[in-house]
Structure formats: structure tokens, C-alpha cells
């Protein structure tokens, strides 16, 4: 198990950038794939991008494809999410997770644990 702390998030207009950061405690980080998951109000949980152990191999919601980059260093303990050309419709809470099936099972919601607390994505028109 791991403990996840994220942050960067905040208020930007649309259009703009933020990058949000995933520290996470434990010597077992580099063994797992990591997600980034969002939340808006009365919506379900979505899985947005995650990442193999290695950084390797990347997965990305189709909503997000092109603008949100994944990202990692395992000596840092931080997985990052990039986001551009952010619209309103990427506001949310943002939670990162750590993945402990095979990778083919990376969009499972079920398969992640060790969630973060969140960080607030609000994005103004």
C-alpha cells in the first residue's frame, strides 16, 4: 500500500494549463501503475489517464486525448497529470490511485486502491 497526497490544482480559464502532482509514500510506488480519476458533481468517478510502473505504456480517456499527458518519476515518488486547453467540462476533483491488476485491467475502477484526497479542478468560460 502506498499513501497519495495530490495537489496543483486551483481556478484557470478555459484554455489555459494547470499540472497537477500525485506524491506518494512507500517504498512500493515503482511497483505500481498509477491512474488519474476525476469527479464532477453528481457524475460518476471516470478514470482520465494512467500509467504503467515503468512509465512505458499510457492510457487516456478519449475526452482527454491530445490535451492531458500522464507522466511519472518513480525516483520522486510523483506521478503527474499535464492539462491544456483545459474547457469547463474538465471541472472536477481530481484523485490519483495506485493499480495493483495487470495492465489490461487498467481502466477498472475496482482493481485501484490507496486513493489521494483530491484536488479541486475548476475551469471558468
Known amino acids: 500500500q502506498v499513501q497519495l497526497v495530490e495537489s496543483g490544482g486551483g481556478l484557470v480559464q478555459a484554455g489555459g494549463s494547470l499540472r497537477l502532482s500525485c506524491a506518494a509514500s512507500?517504498?512500493?510506488?515503482?511497483?505500481?501503475?498509477m491512474g488519474w480519476f476525476r469527479q464532477a458533481p453528481g457524475k460518476e468517478r471516470e478514470l482520465v489517464a494512467a500509467?504503467?510502473?515503468?512509465?512505458?505504456?499510457?492510457y487516456y480517456a478519449d475526452s482527454v486525448k491530445g490535451r492531458f499527458t500522464i507522466s511519472r518519476d518513480n525516483a520522486k515518488n510523483t506521478v503527474y497529470l499535464q492539462m491544456n486547453s483545459l474547457k469547463p467540462e474538465d471541472t472536477a476533483v481530481y484523485y490519483c490511485?495506485?493499480?495493483?491488476?495487470?495492465?489490461?485491467?487498467?481502466?477498472?475502477?475496482?482493481?485501484?486502491?490507496?486513493w489521494g484526497q483530491g484536488t479541486q479542478v475548476t475551469v471558468s468560460s
Open positions: 490511485a495506485a493499480h495493483s491488476g495487470a495492465w489490461h485491467t487498467v481502466s477498472t475502477t475496482t482493481e485501484y486502491h490507496s
Open positions: 500509467i504503467s510502473w515503468s512509465g512505458g505504456m499510457t
Open positions: 512507500g517504498r512500493t510506488f515503482s511497483s505500481y501503475a
